[in-house]
């Protein structure tokens, strides 16, 4: 059986900008993959130690939205706290749009992270949530 990434970057998204698809086989692991995909595109995963925790909790109108509103919220807890995550563990419940993640990370630290691609924000252009046979595929589009 051939695993899945668990995210990549394709290169058919708009110029100038990040795109990322996730794969998941719960919604849950599609989001949390989606997030790990643009901490890696700031700073490799495999850099970063996982020495603080945060929670962020986001709910929204729908799915689109409560991805939106998620990544968001990990945009601003990265631009305000400079932290990065390697690890995110989301809680869902697709029923009232409602997400819970476990983000595990510490604060970038130039002497010991490469500096990646600068993330200003999320979009909605091409975004993508999608249920298969094999589960879930995600695609966001981030501004650079």
Not at 52 to 57: G, K, M
Not at 78 to 100: A, Y
Not at 112 to 130: D, N, Y
Request: charged fraction near 30%; include cysteine.
């Amino acid at each position: 059986m051939t695993r899945l990434k668990p995210f990549e970057y394709p290169d058919d998204g708009p110029p100038a900008d990040l795109t990322i698809e996730s794969r998941g086989s719960t919604l849950a692991e599609a989001f949390s993959n989606l997030a790990l995909g643009a901490f890696n595109a700031m700073t490799p995963l495999e850099d970063i130690e996982e020495r603080e925790e945060r929670t962020v909790e986001v709910s929204s109108e729908d799915l689109g939205g409560l991805l939106y509103d998620f990544l968001d919220q990990l945009i601003f807890v990265h631009d305000t706290e400079l932290l990065v995550f390697s690890q995110i563990v989301v809680h869902l419940d697709e029923k009232n749009f409602e997400l819970r993640a476990e983000c595990h990370g510490e604060p970038f630290d130039p002497k010991r992270h490469k500096s990646g691609i600068v993330v200003k924000a999320v979009t909605f252009h091409q975004m993508k949530i999608e249920k298969n046979e094999k589960g879930w595929h995600l695609r966001v589009v981030f501004d650079t």
